[in-house]
C-alpha cells in the first residue's frame, strides 16, 4: 500500500474533544463535482502538541481560519433532479 501524498499538514487544537487534530490537505480527485480544489483530511487525534509533532514532523501549526476554502461557483442554480 502506498503512502499518501498531502501537499501540507497541519496540527491544531481540538476546542471540542480535546488534544491536537492532525489534517492532511490535497485535491479533489477528477470526477468530483470539487474537481481539483482543495480537500481536508483528518490523520489523528493526539493528546499534545509535542506527539502530534512527532508523530507528523513535516505538519505546521494551523487554525481554521487558515485553511483553504472550497467554492461552488462552477456549479449550475438549477435544482437536482
Not at 488534544?19 to 482543495?38: K, N
Amino acid at each position: 500500500m502506498t503512502e499518501r501524498k498531502f501537499e501540507f499538514k497541519t496540527i491544531r487544537e481540538d476546542h471540542q474533544y480535546g488534544g491536537f487534530d492532525v489534517h492532511g490537505f490535497d485535491r479533489f480527485p477528477r470526477g468530483s463535482v470539487l474537481a481539483g480544489q482543495s480537500r481536508k483530511c483528518w490523520l489523528a487525534n493526539y493528546s499534545t502538541r509535542e506527539a502530534a509533532k512527532a508523530a507528523h514532523p513535516d505538519a505546521k501549526m494551523g487554525h481554521d481560519m487558515l485553511d483553504p476554502v472550497n467554492t461552488f461557483d462552477h456549479l449550475p442554480d438549477g435544482p437536482d433532479f
